[in-house]
T-cell receptor
Framework: AQRVTQPEKLLSVFKGAPVELKCNYS??????LFWYVQYSRQRLQLLLR??SRESIKGFTADLNKGETSFHLKKPFAQEEDSAMYYC??????FGQGTILTVHP | DGGITQSPKYLFRKEGQNVTLSCEQN?????MYWYRQDPGQGLRLIYY???????QKGDIAEGYSVSREKKESFPLTVTSAQKNPTAFYLC?????????????FGPGTRLTVT
């Protein structure tokens, strides 16, 4: 069975601080992992995917197969990063979401 | 925005009535999906369709029905059998039903049943 766990429902940091949103997955095959973001009054949209190994808006995420994790990281959080973040596995399975608030 | 649209934005119904939510896309995507978004529960898959005239149940299909008569359209009917229909409903599409393709989401419909 596929499962995605985001252990933190809420995460608060101050501007300029590092931020890490945790994502753990359960899947026996080769995982395809994504991070989606939903800013206030905007649609849910793709932030990044593991296969691209890219950095978007300063965010990176590394797939760790040993720990079955795909944590999202940013070294210096900005107020505009405040949003709901979802980790997704193989297109159909989403985590519970983490609401990130970056305080000025 | 364009791409994928959902209507209406807000919908109110009395308990015991069926209601149909619209989802249309002009992205020429083969796959379409319906999710339900509840606070603290994330996105849960209701139904998905890989191609016209074909669809599969997701994790919480009970009390819902869909059709896929056209590539562009994937309406969702919330029936009176759905025990907790009040929620935010999201429609999405992707190029194909494959684990590697990202999904494009609509703006959502907030359904309130009283």
């Amino acid at each position: 069975a596929q499962r995605v766990t985001q252990p933190e429902k809420l995460l608060s940091v101050f501007k300029g601080a590092p931020v890490e949103l945790k994502c753990n997955y359960s899947y026996s095959g080769s995982p395809e992992l994504f991070w989606y973001v939903q800013y206030s009054r905007q649609r849910l949209q793709l932030l990044l995917r593991h296969i691209s190994r890219e950095s978007i808006k300063g965010f990176t995420a590394d797939l760790n197969k040993g720990e079955t994790s795909f944590h999202l990281k940013k070294p210096f959080a900005q107020e505009e990063d405040s949003a709901m973040y979802y980790c997704a596995l193989r297109s159909l399975t989403f985590g519970q979401g983490t609401i990130l608030t970056v305080h000025p | 925005d364009g791409g994928i649209t959902q209507s209406p934005k807000y919908l109110f119904r009395k308990e015991g009535q069926n209601v149909t939510l619209s989802c249309e896309q002009n992205l020429n995507h083969d796959a379409m999906y319906w999710y339900r978004q509840d606070p603290g529960q994330g996105l849960r898959l209701i139904y998905y369709s890989q191609i016209v005239n074909d669809f599969q149940k997701g994790d919480i299909a009970e009390g819902y029905s869909v059709s896929r008569e056209k590539k562009e359209s994937f309406p969702l009917t919330v029936t009176s059998a759905q025990k907790n229909p009040t929620a935010f409903y999201l429609c999405a599409s992707s190029i194909a039903r494959s684990a590697r393709y990202e999904q494009y989401f609509g703006p959502g419909t907030r359904l309130t049943v009283t």
